[in-house]
């Protein structure tokens, strides 16, 4: 049987945790994600260039958080300012799906990446039934990685020179999570 993704993403386009909502972007959005899509160290190891003025953050919310489901923005529910974003990244023919975040860096070492990823990675194996979530971060980034294992995932390794990010070559730490480890752990 052929899933319909895109149709379960749409059914879920908002996901809440106890001090987040994970919902689609909106155009108000703009003055919080400039605030992180402009931090020189916010963008380091991100591919994405970032958005240096309004208007070039409202084209991103155009261009590409509106551009196809699994895109959420973070919003601290008890202050509705959008704090970050997760974008999930689907492969139907392996039933399986990566990541990519950013996150505001007024907002890091509070939890939030953590608890945003929780989130997805559930609604990844309960809702969209897949067998596999993996990502990776850039050798420097371990932050990155210690979000990834808290939400359960493990190191898987590293592959060397890898990615080329801003004319410089990176190793990437390979995390990833399946289907049973991830219930083994919810409902253990």
């Not at 973070?74 to 202050?79: C, D, M, T």
Request: proline share 1%.
């Amino acid at each position: 049987m052929v899933k319909n993704y895109n149709e379960i993403l749409y059914i879920h386009e908002n996901i809440e945790t106890d001090r987040l909502l994970l919902r689609k972007f909106r155009t108000t959005d703009a003055e919080d994600i400039l605030e992180y899509a402009s931090d020189p160290q916010t963008l380091e190891y991100l591919i994405w260039q970032g958005s240096f003025s309004i208007e070039e953050a409202r084209a991103n919310i155009y261009d590409y958080y509106w551009s196809r489901p699994g895109i959420w923005a973070v919003e601290l529910k008890a202050s509705g300012k959008v704090i970050g974003a997760i974008d999930l990244r689907l492969n139907n023919d392996d039933d399986k799906a990566g990541f990519g975040y950013v996150f505001n860096r007024s907002f890091w070492g509070k939890g939030y990446a953590t608890e945003t990823l929780k989130a997805v990675i559930a609604m990844c194996f309960e809702h969209l039934q897949l067998n596999r979530v993996e990502s990776n971060h850039y050798v420097g980034n371990e932050g990155s990685g210690r979000v990834m294992q808290k939400a359960g995932m493990s190191c898987e390794g590293v592959s060397k020179q890898s990615v080329k990010v801003k004319g410089v070559f990176h190793d990437q730490v390979i995390y990833g999570i399946i289907r049973n480890d991830y219930f083994d752990i919810a409902y253990s």
